[in-house]
């Protein structure tokens, strides 16, 4: 009894502190901002999308929709192959240089790319990678090549060895083994794995705050960012920028939602 | 002069000068060219605008109030056409990337090429951050860069050092279309380094209307403002829609609390440098004055309730809602406002606040947020295309795309501002106004501690807490 | 074929890593030349520095905070929510979604739903007449960090409880219908059964947590950028303020040296608590 009444109570309260927000946002960014203060909680007075197209006319928001994706789109995909080339190495070697290698990304693993901010922001600066999309995609690589070589390593571990040693005995080269063999099989590790990077990478607000100052360089997280001072002072917009901001993520996450489950889970799990 | 009666300007020159009152009249259009008043003035220092036809109510021979034409270039003459350049390209160097900016100079630009086909202008844009780091350098390294710009304070002084910029002191046009007050921060050793363009107000604006219903006149000294703060809560209002959640913001109003804290200028901006270079604290008698200030205001309800959490949207929206009468940021918010409240348009004043009880030096407060510059070191056909350029700039028809699209002052004679509320705010210029104080504090960390210090006192706490702990915080900054 | 991932890991992760220990020998502000300081930078930290021993405190605290609550509650919502019915999976769903907005998304919400004058929360608590709940939330020193700490629960506990659920279906049944038949109580299953077969899930969640919580920069940038007076103040911010707002690049660098030896600390802490858990 004690039980079912603090299960109900509990799950109804949590999913209440998630979907009013939620709707607040939703609302709030058909509405005008007077009314997002004075009645956060009420349905607009009339749905407009007044402030979407307010916010792409003024700011470059569009923009920076383009730069997430490029960025993001490219991060992900060099990332992966990246990865899953080094996690098919580690998985195959048994001798020192897999170990190294390994023991390699656990640091990277441990001690997150976080803690490199001074030294990364003076060597991009050097280098003039800053106010670069180009920047961006390779401090994502850094970033996440580590989880993604450990979620990706543990895959290739789980598969049979007899399914490549057949095809040595063959003689087919470890590139070959790795294209024709490994990577068709490890199709749902890529996938949950790839997830997993598109939402942090998608969502990364450090690096882009630290290397790009470009109007037209920014990410969206960035562009968000700047919004609170720059052009508005005004909630209504803010939320419609939140939105613009969510609606892929939102949308793909509606649509594949065992996929990203898995993914983001994935990433902590085998992490 | 021109004695026509012009009841419209007229009307307007009484709510630009009083800032508030009692029937505010929306002004819809800018003063005629020759403006001219047909009753005689009543209030000494009264004056029209800034315009080289614009009138000041001065006191002549007899001790009676008459109309004089007002004298705001540093020479004499009507303001002159701009130079005419040689052919080729000069780059542009500056860092307004804000989008008013950037649709004014790229129009501005391309008008100046088609009026000399054969000379171009290239803009080089970095933010702010990116440009004041590298600028210098770049611009050292790059006599192309023959124009550029820098920020009052600390950046225009480091590129002064460097010997890289050329005196314009002796340009015809930098003395008949320039607003004199308005060249002191592009001053450094007696030379003319730059020219001081955009000029904006941090100081408090305040809701004419809700104003005039309240009958309220504007406070003289300290203890008036702390009554009106007593009064205005009194009847509901929060006085000061003031944002101690967003430090920069917030720290406006300290701009009204520092301009009379010292006995004049040259004693506060020395205070400042002292607190800058640690040679003095927060507990110094004087700062502890300022301080004091706050308490007081504090004390009488002046701020919003849990001042410290409202955000600098919260502030605007106070304001906007008519929640609150005053607004302490500055010009540059009456855009957002107007956003979020479209009724207020033409409905705003700057005030003048005097938080002292004691020697008033100053009014109100201004800023030049950037001058431009020749460069010492590019040759002379590229410094005579960006002296061409410099002087168009600072031609009033041209300075008026400028402001009227970036809804900012500009310090050029002979502009037209089209928008109502720029109009109302440009005959502050005209009261005892001080370059915004709060920026001589140089160093980010001290500059940074001493507003949170005094957000504290806002919050509740005793500065006899505050200001020693802020101190050391302070202290071990500068040792780092 | 793992050399490609090796060289770039190598080359902007540890060669930086290692231009950080020689900037935090010097003075630098990035317009004049470094300056040779040796040791200084270290010794002003650690003996003359309020702000770092302050923002040590609420980094820990925070961490704390979070890995306790989130673990906690993350399991909690597991337990109501193992089972695959229509209604559980479409709680899951929800309660995973604030996971995939990003932190700056989630702090300009909660920077609204904390407004002292017109935030949701407090309008709750006056419309019930709990004023005295109704708390200048993020602009306190004594609430702010709390605040916080409570929306990085909220955003990453359905990530969380998503693992422990995993976790928990790993369970043998028989396990269950072996404690019923002995007629345990809910509490003695979760006691004898529950807790000790997802310890290994714990050591993963808390893991992550942990890591999270030291990455939740995104998040305080948003909402105070560490203030009221630092009292939100964590590591990652803390740096970045010393290197942008102050230019103090030295400074900077020897913060994160000591940002890197508390994490790594903290890290081999819970290893070690949760491993003598596990052994038991």
Request: with cysteine; hydrophobic share 45%.
């Amino acid at each position: 009894m004690i039980y079912k009444v603090s299960r109900i109570v509990s799950l109804f309260v949590f999913s209440i502190l998630i979907i009013i927000p939620s709707l607040i946002v939703v609302f709030g960014s058909t509405k005008t901002d007077s009314e997002v203060y004075n009645k956060p909680l009420a349905l607009p007075e009339k749905w407009s999308l007044d402030n979407f197209r307010f916010l792409f006319e003024v700011s470059n928001v569009g923009r920076s929709f383009l730069n997430s994706l490029i960025v993001t789109g490219f991060s992900v995909t060099i990332t992966l192959i990246l990865a899953s080339m080094c996690a098919f190495a580690i998985s195959r070697m048994i001798t020192v240089t897999g170990r190294v290698l390994f023991s390699l990304f656990a640091v990277g693993l441990a001690i997150p790319g976080q803690v490199n901010l001074v030294p990364i922001f003076i060597l991009f600066n050097d280098l003039q990678l800053t106010n670069k999309l180009s920047g961006l995609v390779l401090i994502n690589i850094v970033t996440t090549l580590p989880i993604s070589v450990f979620i990706l390593t543990a895959f290739f571990r789980e598969l049979p060895k007899e399914m490549y040693e057949v095809s040595e005995v063959d003689g087919a080269t470890p590139l070959r083994v790795y294209r024709s063999i490994a990577l068709p099989l490890s199709r749902p590790a890529m996938g949950a794995t790839a997830i997993f990077l598109f939402v942090i990478t998608w969502n990364e607000l450090l690096f882009p705050l630290l290397l790009i100052t470009d109007n037209d360089k920014r990410t969206l997280p960035l562009s968000l960012l700047s919004f609170r001072g720059e052009f508005f002072s005004n909630y209504s917009m803010i939320f419609t920028a939140v939105m613009v901001a969510s609606i892929p993520m939102v949308v793909m996450y509606l649509l594949m939602q065992r996929s990203f489950i898995a993914g983001l889970t994935a990433g902590a799990v085998k992490g | 002069m021109k004695q026509k009666v012009n009841a419209k300007a007229f009307k307007a020159l009484i709510a630009m000068a009083f800032a508030i009152s009692a029937t505010v009249v929306p002004l819809s259009q800018s003063f005629a060219a020759g403006e001219s008043l047909g009753k005689s003035c009543t209030t000494e220092g009264l004056m029209t605008g800034t315009k080289s036809t614009s009138l000041i109510c001065v006191k002549g021979g007899n001790d009676k109030l008459t109309w004089q034409r007002v004298k705001l270039a540093s020479g004499s003459g009507r303001p002159v056409a701009n130079l005419t350049p040689p052919k080729g390209e000069i780059e542009f160097w500056h860092y307004r990337v804000e989008l008013g900016d950037q649709r004014a100079l790229v129009k501005i630009i391309s008008d100046f090429e088609a009026k000399y086909p054969g000379t171009k202008i290239k803009q080089v844009v970095r933010d702010t951050t990116t440009y004041n780091n590298t600028a210098r350098v770049a611009i050292l390294a790059n006599p192309k860069a023959a124009l550029f710009a820098t920020s009052r304070g600390a950046i225009f002084d480091q590129f002064a050092k460097s010997d890289m910029m050329l005196d314009l002191s002796g340009q015809r046009y930098v003395k008949q279309n320039v607003v004199a007050k308005g060249l002191t921060a592009g001053q450094f050793e007696g030379k003319q380094l730059g020219i001081p363009y955009q000029y904006l107000f941090n100081n408090p604006i305040v809701n004419t209307d809700i104003w005039a219903k309240e009958k309220w006149t504007t406070p003289k000294n300290l203890t008036g403002w702390v009554n009106w703060c007593k009064d205005a809560k009194a009847k509901g209002y929060v006085p000061l829609a003031w944002p101690g959640a967003t430090r920069g913001q917030a720290a406006q109003i300290s701009n009204s609390a520092l301009m009379n804290s010292a006995g004049s200028y040259n004693e506060l901006a020395n205070n400042l440098a002292d607190l800058n270079s640690g040679k003095i604290d927060l507990t110094s008698k004087w700062f502890e004055g300022v301080a004091d200030i706050y308490v007081k205001l504090r004390n009488a309800g002046c701020f919003p309730d849990n001042a410290t959490g409202v955000t600098e949207a919260a502030a605007y929206n106070l304001f906007a809602t008519g929640k609150s009468p005053i607004l302490p940021i500055g010009t540059f918010a009456m855009g957002s406002i107007v956003g979020l409240n479209p009724n207020l348009n033409g409905k705003m004043e700057l005030m003048s606040m005097v938080l002292t009880d004691g020697k008033v030096v100053a009014e109100g407060i201004m800023n030049n947020t950037y001058t431009l510059s020749v460069n010492k070191n590019s040759n002379s056909r590229d410094q005579k295309i960006a002296n061409a350029f410099l002087s168009y700039l600072l031609t009033g028809k041209v300075a008026e795309i400028y402001a009227n699209e970036t809804l900012q002052h500009v310090n050029v004679l002979d502009v037209e501002y089209k928008n109502v509320n720029l109009l109302n705010t440009v005959s502050f210029q005209a009261k005892n106004t001080m370059l915004a104080p709060r920026f001589l504090l140089l160093n980010a960390a001290v500059s940074d501690l001493t507003q949170d210090a005094l957000i504290q006192i806002v919050g509740g706490k005793s500065p006899d807490v505050v200001l020693p702990d802020f101190s050391k915080q302070i202290k071990q900054k500068l040792a780092g | 074929m793992g050399l490609p991932a090796a060289i770039i890991f190598t080359g902007f992760y540890f060669v930086p890593f290692i231009a950080n220990l020689r900037y935090s020998l010097t003075r630098w502000d990035r317009i004049t030349e470094p300056e040779f300081v040796g040791f200084r930078n270290f010794v002003n930290l650690l003996t003359n520095d309020d702000l770092f021993y302050k923002v040590l405190g609420n980094n820990l605290r925070f961490t704390f905070l979070v890995v306790l609550f989130q673990t906690l509650f993350s399991l909690i919502f597991a337990i109501f929510l193992v089972k695959n019915t229509r209604t559980n999976i479409a709680l899951r769903t929800l309660f995973f979604f604030p996971t995939i907005l990003s932190s700056v998304s989630v702090g300009m919400i909660w920077l609204f739903m904390y407004d002292p004058n017109f935030g949701a929360i407090n309008l709750f608590f006056t419309r019930l007449g709990l004023e005295g709940f109704a708390l200048n939330w993020l602009g306190s020193e004594s609430s702010a960090l709390y605040a916080i700490t409570f929306t990085q629960v909220w955003f990453h506990t359905g990530q969380m409880m998503v693992i422990y659920i995993a976790g928990l279906q790993q369970i043998p049944q028989e396990l269950y219908e072996a404690a019923e038949m002995d007629g345990a109580s809910r509490w003695q299953q979760f006691r004898n059964v529950t807790w000790p077969m997802s310890i290994p899930t714990t050591i993963v969640v808390m893991a992550y947590t942990t890591i999270q919580s030291f990455r939740a920069f995104d998040l305080i940038f948003a909402m105070t950028q560490g203030g009221p007076n630092n009292s939100s103040n964590i590591f990652a911010v803390l740096i970045y303020q010393t290197v942008f707002s102050e230019l103090r690049i030295g400074y900077a660098a020897t913060q994160s040296i000591f940002f890197i030896i508390v994490l790594v600390f903290v890290t081999l802490l819970q290893r070690k608590f949760l491993n003598s858990r596990y052994e038991k």
